[in-house]
């Protein structure tokens, strides 16, 4: 039977998770559908009771680390005309699978990103990073109307479109810079507030910055490296407090806090994370400037 979708999964060394994401999954697959797990630089293979476990699915392994090779190996696995991203932390609702299908018939040649919530993995009373992020993590339709670009953890693209514009580019904002790659090649990009997954919060400030750390990296590789970029970069990293008071309001008249705990841990994460990207900013502004590859 030709497919006619292929969900792509990345997968780095967090197997509870994935075993939870397959379990929801694997009940909505049909012939039609290829679904890839792509393990990327694993430390040791995937155990055997989870590829039988889920023998609906194939696992290929891709040794360069990064979920942008991870995503761009899954895809040259496949060949089916949808290409369906999907983090391997997700969890897709149980009609999922067949949203997708109906967004794509819906907008053909379309990028469609879908609607990404927040859910706590430990017990009540929220964290303060776990605070912070019931209010602002993973705003897709903010990001698909506003800043034009979709996350890959709930992504739906046309292979054509892939083909056209190229795969993802390690070491930056790696879906930003396809989702705007591809839209400049005339793609449209639409949300889709049913296609829907559920992603955990990160439950500690350490996890919390590792992510924004990783994310102001990858939007300092979309910076250019001249006097005027930097001293730009330089600039908005001294805006990041003043920023913190701009989304205060947000954190007071958020419906997803459960108490003024809740909302005072937000807000302290809110500065501190904001003050944390504002030191990581000038350091990287005030790199000496080395010789780059240009990206392929």
Wanted: proline share 8%; charged share 25%; net charge positive.
């Amino acid at each position: 039977m030709t497919p006619t979708a292929a969900i792509i999964i990345p997968h780095h060394a967090d197997l509870v998770r994935l075993e939870r994401c397959l379990a929801a999954l694997a009940p909505q697959l049909g012939p039609e559908i290829e679904a890839v797990v792509v393990d990327n630089a694993p430390a040791e293979p995937l155990p055997e009771a989870l590829r039988t476990r889920f023998a609906a699915l194939r696992f290929v392994v891709e040794p360069a680390a990064g979920a942008a090779h991870a995503r761009n190996r899954g895809v040259a696995e496949t060949s089916a005309p949808l290409l369906v991203f999907l983090d391997c932390d997700c969890l897709p609702d149980p009609g999922w699978l067949q949203r997708a299908l109906d967004a794509a018939r819906a907008h053909p040649g379309a990028l469609v990103g879908g609607r990404v919530s927040v859910f706590d993995e430990t017990p009540p009373p929220r964290s303060g990073a776990e605070a912070f992020e019931a209010v602002f993590a993973f705003d897709n339709r903010a990001y698909i109307e506003r800043k034009g670009f979709s996350v890959t953890a709930n992504l739906l693209a046309p292979r054509a479109v892939f083909e056209r514009v190229g795969g993802f580019r390690p070491g930056l904002s790696e879906d930003l810079d396809w989702c705007r790659r591809a839209t400049a090649a005339g793609a449209p990009l639409v949300y889709d507030d049913g296609l829907h997954v559920a992603h955990p919060s990160r439950s500690d400030w350490p996890a919390l910055a590792r992510k924004w750390r990783r994310l102001t990296d990858e939007a300092w590789g979309l910076q250019g490296r001249g006097l005027r970029a930097r001293s730009l970069w330089a600039l908005r990293a001294l805006a990041m407090p003043l920023s913190a008071l701009a989304h205060l309001p947000k954190v007071l008249r958020s419906s997803r806090l459960r108490s003024p705990r809740e909302k005072a841990r937000a807000t302290a994460t809110l500065f501190r994370l904001r003050i944390a990207r504002g030191v990581w900013m000038l350091v990287q502004a005030g790199k000496p400037v080395r010789n780059r590859e240009k990206p392929c």
